[in-house]
């Protein structure tokens, strides 16, 4: 079944809706409430028609439910159900930006291309920064650093220095008390340079300081109605002290619960959800690929038809529209660290199709998909620890450089949180521990600082479900491997503790279920 990684091309978020939106009313491929639906001829299954669109692109012409045969060409239109959906009630694609507007979705793109919140940059040279569109003339002519200010004081300085300096030269050779006149102006006049580059230096900080509060101040309230969106259920599978077991988290229940045993251990291996199952790839001394059907229960972990081609641990794989993406990480068979970025190809035999050679070999770095290129961030290479960032074209398969890090870093979690990646815990150069978060602007390289974690945690996982990022485990000051969990809102100003894992895990991998998929607890 298609895989669907953003809204703007797929259906909409339930959270973006005014009241739940009935499970009927769901797209089957992507999850999401429909957006221009279609339905097959015969039995009337309904998709979003991009999501349709491309399974049939890249899928079989059938039908994802009943198989029958179809093309975009005989795809219909559900008027009636069409209809519904235009009257829904919806926020704002700005809403994260501080749009309050609710508007029916027949009206939503008017209604976005004419919205006050929507990002523009600001026109001074050399400043650039995304503000709200209402707010533009407002932040170019009074609060940009680069704005273009008449400084009176330094013109009036300038203009008094100048006369004197005219008497002066015209008597220099014979009046010495104008010499000495002329010294102590100078003299004034350096403590008045250097009085005006401290002011400078003191505005820039300050500038820097309302720059920060503008990034914070566009992360919404926690009791907005954005932050209210569903979590879903976590599974956490693997890792050193429980290399072969996994277990689930229950919001519901709020606690933990153990599921069947893999049937190999896998320590610093990655995970993706694909197509409906669950795929844990590789792993310290293991080429094997564990799997589990979410649409089965009781869940059981199944052992892939065929292995990885050598032995890949502390790697990263994403998933991007249909194509798993393997990258870097430790070649056991060549007993080295790889600079290749492959297409992982789950057939028989499986295969790694190199697509791209990053300018160096890294391993326990981090990795994040968004809608048009992959983001690989830190790690280690053969002699250091990494702060550089890499932008991965898939299209192109090309690899670019980005704004580096705040400073190298190894072994840390990060989530994909819109454009940001939140990166979390790891490793510094120093091999000191860390509880530092920080959000990572991919598009400007801009850096936002989080509150930090009740724990120093590395080798640890994370993922985000609703609004809300959850950390796992890890390891802390050497060999101290961590069973606590603790969670964040986006927007909110501390971390919580949830009840702890029924096993300590560092090195293990962890996925947000789908909604759909109902477990059951013992």
């Excluded at 170019?140 to 650093?145: A, P």
């Excluded at 961030?377 to 890499?390: A, F, I, Q, Y």
């Amino acid at each position: 079944m298609a895989c669907c990684l953003t809204e703007k091309e797929y259906g909409y978020d339930d959270s973006r809706f005014e009241k739940d939106v009935d499970e009927n009313f769901h797209c089957s491929i992507c999850y999401n409430v429909l957006k221009e639906p279609r339905m097959c001829r015969n039995n009337e299954h309904v998709f979003c028609l991009s999501c349709i669109s491309e399974h049939l692109k890249v899928n079989s012409q059938t039908c994802p439910e009943c198989n029958e045969h179809l093309s975009v060409d005989t795809l219909r239109r559900p008027r009636v159900l069409n209809n519904y959906l235009s009257k829904l009630k919806i926020n704002c694609d700005h809403a994260s930006r501080g749009c309050p507007e609710l508007t029916c979705v027949e009206g939503l793109e008017t209604h976005v291309a004419n919205c006050g919140f929507a990002p523009v940059l600001c026109s001074n040279a050399e400043c650039g920064m995304e503000i709200n569109k209402r707010d533009k003339v407002y932040h170019e002519t009074e609060v940009c650093e680069y704005r273009k200010v008449k400084c009176h004081d330094c013109g009036q300085i300038q203009e008094v220095v100048g006369r004197l300096e005219g008497k002066v030269e015209a008597v220099i050779d014979s009046n010495a008390e104008v010499k000495k006149e002329i010294k102590d102006v100078k003299e004034n006049l350096s403590k008045v340079n250097k009085d005006v580059d401290e002011v400078k230096v003191m505005m820039s900080q300050m500038l820097e300081k309302f720059n920060m509060l503008e990034l914070l101040s566009k992360l919404p309230s926690p009791t907005e109605g954005i932050f209210n969106a569903p979590r879903e259920d976590i599974l956490i599978a693997g890792g050193l002290c429980a290399e072969d077991g996994a277990e689930l988290f229950s919001w519901e229940k709020n606690g933990w619960y153990q599921i069947s045993q893999m049937n190999q251990g896998h320590i610093a291996a990655s995970s993706f959800i694909y197509n409906g199952q669950l795929f844990v790839v590789g792993g310290d001394d293991t080429k094997t690929i564990g799997t589990l059907d979410l649409n089965e229960l009781p869940l059981k972990w199944v052992e892939f038809s065929d292995k990885l081609p050598y032995e890949s641990h502390d790697h990263q794989t994403v998933v991007y529209q249909q194509r798993v993406i393997h990258i870097g990480g430790y070649n056991g068979d060549e007993d080295k660290k790889s600079n290749v970025i492959s297409e992982l190809q789950l057939t028989s035999p499986c295969l790694l199709k190199e697509l791209c050679q990053m300018p160096q070999p890294r391993d326990c770095h981090g990795a994040e998909a968004f809608e048009d290129k992959v983001v690989i961030l830190g790690g280690m290479d053969d002699n250091d620890v990494l702060d550089s960032v890499l932008e991965f074209d898939p299209k192109r398969n090309e690899c670019k450089e980005l704004p580096s890090l705040p400073h190298p870093m190894h072994g840390m979690a990060t989530v994909c949180w819109r454009d940001q990646v939140v990166v979390l815990g790891g490793r510094d150069k120093d091999d000191q521990d860390l509880n530092n978060v920080f959000m990572y602007d991919c598009k400007t390289g801009k850096i936002t600082v989080l509150p930090s974690m009740l724990e120093k945690r590395y080798e640890c996982c994370a993922v985000i479900t609703g609004n809300t990022i959850v950390v796992m485990g890890g390891d802390k000051d050497d060999d101290n491997d961590l069973s606590s969990v603790e969670c964040f809102l986006m927007g909110g100003s501390t971390w919580k503790y949830l009840p702890s894992m029924n096993n300590e895990r560092s090195e293990a991998v962890a996925e947000v279920l789908p909604s759909t998929r109902k477990c059951v607890y013992v």
